[in-house]
């Protein structure tokens, strides 16, 4: 059993900042890579952000420059700093892994709402 448990989430006003945070634990083989994806109301889940063991990352297009992933996936954790937030980044943000025996694993989500 892996478990994914994110945290960080909450109630921020635009503009301002948050760090998430997800940390893997359980029977985990070699995780390569973690990322961040999130789901708003009525849209599909999409990926935010994404950084492999070999510390390479990747961002959506439209966040580059306002998030930033970081993680050491060697001890199977990884975090989201979101900086300039604004209110359509509202959303529930999850974690996601990936291990080397092509398993992926998700956690539960954690809110992020930026007020107006």
């Known amino acids: 059993q892996v478990q994914l448990v994110e945290s960080g989430g909450g109630l921020v006003q635009a503009g301002g900042s948050l760090r998430l945070s997800c940390a893997a634990s359980?029977?985990?083989?070699?995780?390569?890579?973690m990322d961040w994806y999130r789901q708003a109301p009525g849209k599909q889940r999409e990926l935010v952000a994404g950084?492999?063991?070999?510390?390479?990352?990747n961002y959506a297009d439209s966040l580059k420059g306002r998030f930033t992933i970081s993680g050491d996936l060697a001890k199977n954790a990884v975090y989201l700093q979101m900086n300039s937030l604004k209110p359509e980044d509202t959303a529930v943000y999850y974690c996601?892994?990936?291990?080397?025996?092509?398993?992926?694993?998700w956690g539960q989500g954690t809110q992020v709402t930026v007020s107006s």
């Open positions: 950084i492999t063991k070999g510390s390479r990352t």
């Open positions: 996601h892994a990936r291990d080397q025996l092509t398993r992926h694993f």
């Open positions: 359980g029977s985990i083989f070699s995780i390569i890579a």
